[in-house]
């Protein structure tokens, strides 16, 4: 972008830092919960509709013990440029302008490299920006190591700037990492190093801001490590500038997973979590749909001190004060772009609500001041030298359980309130998916469809 172009986009950010298409599909997504999700500080319908998901490439080289994927997701054909944008575009729809959009499938960097086609990867993150959307690629990242000019490519030719790398032991086939000589969560350490040294020669080399997310599935075999993965991260504030989420995920008897013989719970992995931290978080301090679904907390971090403080207090008094902001400016996105919009749009919405922005200001101080956080916190603060992480939960429902939905209310509310929903063409509508039903039945409905549609299987020849 020009300069000239910036301070346009910082202009309009200003004067209308809450697009009103947002607000109108955010009304309309907190109308669609169950009333007993309609809580204080509960983020669905208030700050996003949902996180939406491409039915992308479905190859994948690796082959995880805790895939939630068909057996025969390797075979299925890519889907055309086409009808990606139509995907796109129905995702698009359902969550206004702002939405988050997973560029998934199976692992789609892998699939578009093998097949000769990244420059349709490349336009497919072009496209999901141009319409409004924010792309975030999901890989297993071994391409990416090996193929660093294909990164380049896409953050500077696509725009791409969000990336969720998984990375743990349930992981088979990346180079030089064998499973079976993997013996603690630790041994991986040095690709997550790797990965955060990509992204920074990759900044270093363009200009341009390239954020991580981490996905990480915990088993039994794993879990006690958890605590450890994140010291890792949490030891380094420059990892934390990179890797922006930090997420867990229990297995999920779904898919091709081999699942534990004592499978885990939600609750053992929040207590690994706050062991890893260092701090006893609380995990409805804000909900994502449905409580049993999501659990997350983000963590301020002091640079270059690395001394890190819950951002939300965990007292739930505080809940009707966020309820109240989330009702008035829920709708403000403060993901970064090109322009540098955030600041304008935060200063935007706070002068047109002062008296909010001043109360929320001053519970905010008092928070900070009367739970002893660091004072390198503080000081960070006044400088501007601070930054968030995200670390929290998703926890996926086994395939049984997804089933069953219509006899269980449980899982139904669940479903109902899912933040995680992806656009499906079924019978010439599109609809919005939750991903435990993708895991459970639509995955094979989509994979089916691809496998006789002649076109496809024709581009394969």
Same mark, same amino acid.
């Given at each position: ?58 190859? /994948? ?7 939630? *994927? ?50 349709? *990867? ?6 999901? @920006? ?6 975030? *690629? ?6 990416? @190591? ?6 380049? #490519? ?91 989420? @930090? ?14 013989? #004592? ?36 963590? *301020? ?5 690395? =001394? ?19 009702? =008035? ?88 309130? /899912?933040?995680? =929903?992806?656009?499906? =063409? ?36």
């Amino acid at each position: 972008m020009t300069s000239a172009e910036q301070w346009r986009a910082r202009w309009g950010a200003f004067r209308r830092p809450i697009a009103e298409e947002k607000a109108r599909v955010l009304q309309e997504r907190w109308d669609s919960l169950p009333a007993e999700l309609q809580t204080d500080n509960q983020i669905a319908g208030r700050h996003l509709t949902h996180c939406g998901f491409t039915l992308g490439a479905s190859y /994948c080289s690796f082959h995880c013990t805790h895939c939630y *994927l068909p057996k025969n997701a390797n075979s299925v054909p890519i889907p055309s440029l086409a009808q990606v944008k139509e995907q796109i575009d129905a995702n698009r729809r359902f969550q206004g302008p702002g939405g988050g959009l997973q560029i998934t499938g199976g692992d789609v960097a892998d699939a578009y490299w093998r097949a000769g086609r990244t420059d349709e *990867l490349v336009e497919i993150v072009r496209y999901a @920006i141009s319409v409004g959307s924010i792309p975030m *690629l999901m890989t297993h990242g071994q391409t990416l @190591i090996e193929q660093p000019e294909f990164l380049e #490519r896409l953050v500077v030719e696509g725009g791409l700037r969000q990336i969720s790398v998984h990375v743990d032991m349930t992981q088979a086939g990346r180079h030089g990492y064998p499973i079976g000589r993997i013996k603690s969560e630790a041994d991986l350490h040095p690709v997550r190093q790797a990965f955060t040294d990509l992204a920074l020669h990759v900044r270093a080399r363009t200009g341009l801001s390239l954020e991580y997310a981490l996905s990480f599935t915990v088993t039994r075999k794993n879990i006690d490590d958890v605590p450890e993965v994140l010291r890792w991260y949490l030891a380094d504030p420059q990892r934390t500038y990179i890797w922006r989420m @930090i997420s867990f995920q229990p297995e999920a008897d779904t898919g091709r997973t081999i699942f534990s013989e #004592r499978p885990i719970t939600p609750n053992d992995v929040w207590e690994k979590i706050c062991a890893g931290v260092g701090l006893p978080l609380r995990r409805d301090v804000s909900i994502f749909g449905h409580p049993d679904c999501n659990s997350w907390a983000s963590l *301020l971090v002091a640079r270059p001190s690395g =001394k890190i403080f819950p951002l939300l207090p965990d007292d739930p008094k505080f809940d009707k004060l966020l309820g109240e902001v989330l009702r =008035k400016i829920g709708g403000l996105s403060l993901v970064n772009d090109d322009a540098g919009t955030p600041p304008f749009r935060l200063l935007g919405v706070l002068l047109q609500h002062p008296l909010l922005a001043a109360r929320a200001l001053y519970q905010i101080g008092r928070y900070m001041t009367s739970r002893n956080a660091p004072p390198e916190i503080l000081h960070s603060l006044v400088r501007g030298q601070v930054h968030t992480v995200g670390v929290g939960m998703h926890n996926f429902m086994d395939a049984a359980r997804v089933a069953n939905a219509a006899h269980d209310p449980v899982v139904r509310a669940r479903l109902d309130s /899912c933040v995680f =929903k992806g656009a499906v =063409k079924r019978n010439g509508a599109w609809e919005a998916v939750p991903m435990c039903s993708m895991n459970q039945q639509t995955w094979s409905e989509v994979y089916e469809a691809r496998l006789n549609d002649p076109e496809l299987v024709e581009q394969r020849r």
